[in-house]
């Protein structure tokens, strides 16, 4: 067994014990702390829900989209010429690409996605049954 002769070496050795309990401790409390699962609702508020039905948000009325960037003014060194090429290259890209992006919007707005989601559960919930 190896035992120090020095101050210097006591002081390392116990740093390094002292480090290793703390270690030991840490991992040790991290293994007995649980996270709490269940967190219960106040009972003022239990009395005012109405309903526990689960609600799917349906798609935003507007779709977007990315448009790559012209950078002719950038390529060119600058100047109001080329910005202004570069202004009419964007707005052509960005009303190709609304028009594009048309009849998807249009086709997506007749989907009711609350209602086949509804339905699929409830045939799933049937299934299990």
Aim: proline share 2%.
């Amino acid at each position: 067994m190896y035992r120090p002769t020095t101050n210097k070496e006591r002081l390392k050795m116990k740093n390094l014990k002292c480090t290793a309990l703390l270690c030991a401790v840490l991992i040790l409390t991290g293994c007995s702390a649980r996270k709490k699962e269940f967190i219960s609702i106040p009972e003022t508020v239990q009395t005012e829900l109405q309903s526990t039905d689960v609600y799917l948000v349906d798609c935003p009325d507007k779709m977007g989209f990315d448009i790559k960037a012209s950078n002719v003014a950038s390529y060119t060194g600058g100047g109001l010429i080329f910005g202004l090429i570069d202004a009419a290259v964007m707005s052509s890209r960005q009303s190709d690409a609304e028009e594009a992006i048309g009849c998807i919007h249009d086709e997506l707005k007749n989907i009711n996605v609350q209602n086949i989601l509804h339905d699929k559960l409830i045939l799933k919930q049937s299934m299990e049954l």
